[in-house]
């Protein structure tokens, strides 16, 4: 065979297997574009929840305080996502560019919470911890809206990615 009538062959085939891959990315709820899962921002969402109930109910604060960071893979790891082996895989093998900015999104609302629950465990009264859970949900809303954008491949790096392949 002439590398010319190989070539063709190969190149289906790699089609199929890119179109499989994006078929399985898509029925586990991850987009096959981005190689990134929604379900991650239910972590932080966890937080946000809980940081907008304490303006009624101040006992949260120590449900919020019991909250953990964790990793993409620390969060698929403890979860009961079906394809959580999948979404990890995914992740790691996500375009740099994308997977960099997605990071830096996470870091920025980790390093926030983290923050605000270091503040809130100095805090004795009740309306310095209802002033830091707003401020921190104003904070931190936004930036999860960001990331969910970024999964969903309205980042940036996602456009360049997208225009140059």
Known sequence: MTPSTTQPIQSASVTADSSARAAELRA?????????ATDYLNHFNEAVMLLEMIPDM?????DFLVWEPLSYAEHFTASNFKARDLAIDAYNTADVRIRAEFDNVTSAITSILAAVSAAMREATKDDTRTRLAEQATGWVKPLVMQAGGIINGHGAADVDYI???
């Not at 101040?58 to 120590?62: S, V």
Request: charged share 20%; net charge negative.
């Open 58 to 62: 101040p006992e949260c604060a120590e």
């Open 163 to 165: 225009m140059t392949h």
């Open 28 to 36: 586990a709820n991850i987009n096959p574009r981005t190689g990134l």
